[in-house]
């Protein structure tokens, strides 16, 4: 079972954005990543390791506004603590991490909050999904802060993200969201340091860490499904999200025979932002699958949901091969 930790920045109504994202790990590594936490608050709080990781308050240059428990560092101090809270997740190969951008104007609905929060689990579940086509069957559970946002969000969507987004059904998690106190469990600290990192990067061009952070997110290939920027310049964007997303349409046209046509007829039109594709469907390359598949082949072919351990043609699965319960085993985002 992977689980996924989910939070939130620019929540302010200052901001242009919403950014939701976070991180998702095996069920027997979130052990290592959250000992891993504790030990680097440890170096700075050494009588006192529940101190929690706040990202923007560790980055903040004054005092005004500071939590008590920040009180004793300078603010060197906390940009050094930062930096090694940074650097312990990005050294760590076990979370895969999420995040969609979402600029408020371009929100079909108005609300970027769901937005963006039904876009991560669905691109979370379509993760899921590929393992599955792998031989690789793996379930997930969404877990939040009880004092955010979404929380709201999802009690007044009606049906739960566990059963479906406005992209279609899920079919990879196990339960509902989980709501729990970001003050308790450092691996909602740790999707707070991603989404922190993200909404600097887009909202006010500060990118410290983002570009280290880059390779973490969840990816086929050159393809990078972990990161969205849902906008309605997305044609005229040069974020690594929008530039994976131009060149795997370019693909997906070439790929169709399309290619050096004699009357040199361009790709069609892309759709608008404010009718925003799924996760599914941008995964396909730009081809549309509105309709959920037949129960029985829910998950699609090898070839609709590459993976990086597929089979070779004629192989048969490993009788031998253990299933994803060992934390030292090589994943994909290792090779």
Known sequence: MYLLYIDESGTHPSSDRVVVGGVAVFERAAYWLKRDLADTVARFFPNDQQVPIHAPRLRTGGTRGLPETYAGLAASERRQMLDACYSTLLVSRHPVLFATVVDKEAATSGDAYRMAFEDVVSRFDLMLARFHAANRTQRGVVIMSESSTLRQAE????????????????????????????????????????????????????????????????????????????????????CPACYSYRASNAASYNEGGREGTAR????????????????????????????????????????????????????????????????????????
């Open 155 to 238: 009690r007044a969507a009606g049906p739960s993200v566990s059963e479906g987004t406005q992209w279609g059904r899920t079919r990879n998690l196990s339960e509902v969201p989980l709501f729990v106190s970001k003050s308790r469990t450092r691996l909602l600290q740790a999707a707070g340091l991603v989404t922190n990192e993200v909404w600097g990067r887009y909202e006010k061009g500060i990118a410290r860490h983002f570009d280290d952070m880059l390779p973490k997110f969840d990816r086929e290939g050159t393809r990078l499904h972990g990161l969205t920027h849902r906008t309605a310049g997305v044609d005229a964007c040069w």
């Open 264 to 335: 040199g007829d361009p790709p069609p039109p892309r759709r608008s932002d404010h009718q925003p594709r799924g996760p599914a469907e941008e995964a396909a390359g730009g081809r549309q699958h509105d309709a959920p598949p037949d129960s029985d082949q829910r998950f699609g072919s090898a070839e609709r949901y590459p993976s990086y351990s597929s089979p070779g043609a004629g192989s048969e699965r490993d009788p031998d091969r253990q299933p994803e319960s060992n934390e030292n085993r090589a994943t994909p985002w290792d090779t």
